[in-house]
């Protein structure tokens, strides 16, 4: 099973470096119950037929803190390590506050396009999740 892994990641790897358009990518972390800390990194891309595709670039052990620069030291080296530091074209993230520093940082280090104006997108269903909670919270009082 790890062969197969390892033979699919570098093909995938070969694939999306010599992909000729920009990567978005969204990124997660959280922590289990046993207080282990987690990071995923999904890329997102349309080939030349506009289809758009996604694939789970790392599921990956992230130790405490998970404040803004251990965040952003680690998703620049997963994105290294796959080659795609200079394919970024932006990066969905919750609104958690390590996520906002995560994000400046990045965009010091990053060469992005329109200077990263557009670099920076916030995750829609984790907004959609607070408002939901935070109107259920009224309708739970009456």
């Known amino acids: 099973v790890i062969k197969l892994f390892?033979?699919?990641k570098e093909k995938l790897k070969l694939f999306l470096e010599s992909f000729h358009g920009r990567i978005s990518f969204t990124?997660?972390?959280w922590t289990s119950l046993n207080t282990d800390g987690f990071i995923s990194l999904t890329a997102h891309y349309i080939d030349a037929k506009w289809v758009l595709h996604k694939r789970i670039l790392n599921f990956a052990f992230m130790p405490p803190p998970h404040n803004g620069v251990s965040l952003?030291?680690?998703l620049l080296l997963l994105l290294k390590d796959w080659g795609l530091d200079?394919?970024?074209m932006c990066l969905t993230v919750d609104n958690a506050s390590s996520n906002d520093l995560c994000v400046d940082m990045m965009k010091v280090q990053l060469k992005l396009l329109c200077d990263?104006?557009?670099f920076?997108?916030?995750?829609?269903a984790h907004i959609l999740n607070l408002i939901v909670k935070e109107g259920l919270k009224d309708v739970d009082d009456a």
């Open 120 to 124: 920076h997108v916030r995750c829609c």
């Open 116 to 118: 990263g104006d557009y």
């Open 72 to 74: 952003v030291e680690k």
């Open 27 to 29: 990124s997660d972390c």
């Open 6 to 8: 390892e033979r699919e």
């Open 86 to 88: 200079k394919k970024v």
